[in-house]
């Protein structure tokens, strides 16, 4: 089938091309286990990444490294970040907790923080009513972002309805072949890119095409869950 991929990011960036199509062979996949968090702004405000908050996307995985296995009876659950996309994010990482603090039980909420178990540091907060379920999936539609990607405790909280967390593992690309095509008349990025096996990002959605225009002679076909685009590098 033929697709432009807006079903999947509603994006498609590739450097500074102008992008007229490209052409999938295959079929998206879901997996069952972890949890992932996705459509978090996909179209940045002002081209800035890091203040939208688009690292906010992609895989978790339950964490046991704090000194409890669960927080407030809830598993949580740790983020690993790739090219230094959070300048403030402690070591690379994002965590998702189902925080208490001292408070009771009565106003638990989900939290998103480059710190574990607090609160004035929350990049997204579950905006339903206290005390949020303690199945995070039920907060979709109702997630609140500090504005612009400044958290604070006096700081404005915007909702953004579409982004939301799922069980299992992101969507993953599994066609063996794509092809780029633009409607540039020089576009040195175009042509057929083959799935690679990579472990880049997160192991998934990498394709790549041999080109002597290319330093590496290779062009990688991409996809970067921390920024959600398409890039081509």
Same mark, same amino acid.
């Given at each position: 089938?033929?697709s432009?991929?807006? @079903?999947?990011?509603?994006?498609?960036?590739a450097m500074?091309?102008?992008?007229?199509?490209?052409?999938?062979?295959?079929?998206?996949? $879901?997996?069952?286990f972890?949890l992932c968090s !996705? +459509?978090?702004?996909w179209?940045?405000?002002?081209?800035?990444? #890091?203040?939208?908050?688009?690292?906010?996307? %992609?895989? *978790?995985?339950?964490s046991? #490294?704090q /000194?409890?296995?669960?927080?407030?009876?809830q /598993? $949580?659950?740790?983020?690993?970040?790739?090219?230094?996309?959070?300048?403030g994010?402690a070591? +690379?990482?994002? *965590?998702?907790?189902? $925080? &208490?603090g001292?408070?009771?039980?009565?106003?638990?909420? !989900?939290?998103?923080?480059?710190?574990?178990?607090?609160?004035?540091s929350?990049? =997204?907060?579950?905006?339903?009513?206290?005390p949020n379920?303690?199945? &995070?999936?039920k907060?979709? %539609?109702y997630?609140?972002?500090?504005?612009?990607g #400044? /958290?604070?405790?006096? @700081?404005?909280?915007?909702?953004?309805t579409?982004?939301?967390?799922?069980?299992?593992?992101? /969507?993953?690309?599994?066609?063996?072949? &794509?092809?780029?095509?633009?409607d540039? #008349?020089?576009?040195?990025? &175009?042509?057929v890119?083959?799935?690679?096996?990579?472990d880049?990002?997160?192991?998934?959605?990498?394709?790549?095409?041999? +080109?002597? =225009?290319s330093?590496?002679?290779v062009? $990688?076909?991409?996809?970067?869950?921390?920024?959600?685009?398409?890039i081509?590098?």
């Amino acid at each position: 089938f033929i697709s432009t991929f807006s @079903q999947f990011t509603k994006t498609l960036f590739a450097m500074s091309m102008s992008v007229t199509a490209l052409l999938i062979f295959g079929c998206f996949i $879901y997996n069952t286990f972890g949890l992932c968090s !996705w +459509n978090r702004a996909w179209d940045p405000v002002d081209d800035d990444y #890091e203040a939208t908050m688009n690292f906010v996307n %992609g895989k *978790w995985v339950e964490s046991i #490294e704090q /000194p409890v296995e669960l927080l407030n009876g809830q /598993p $949580y659950w740790k983020k690993t970040l790739y090219d230094n996309c959070c300048s403030g994010c402690a070591e +690379n990482t994002l *965590w998702l907790y189902y $925080y &208490v603090g001292d408070n009771t039980g009565d106003e638990a909420q !989900w939290i998103i923080s480059p710190y574990w178990n607090t609160y004035t540091s929350a990049y =997204a907060k579950c905006g339903l009513d206290l005390p949020n379920p303690t199945d &995070v999936t039920k907060c979709n %539609g109702y997630w609140t972002f500090a504005e612009d990607g #400044e /958290p604070g405790l006096n @700081q404005t909280y915007i909702i953004d309805t579409a982004f939301n967390f799922r069980p299992g593992a992101c /969507p993953q690309l599994t066609c063996e072949r &794509v092809q780029f095509i633009s409607d540039s #008349e020089d576009d040195t990025f &175009v042509g057929v890119y083959d799935r690679s096996t990579t472990d880049d990002q997160t192991g998934q959605n990498i394709y790549l095409q041999e +080109n002597e =225009a290319s330093s590496t002679n290779v062009w $990688y076909l991409y996809f970067n869950e921390n920024i959600f685009s398409w890039i081509i590098n």
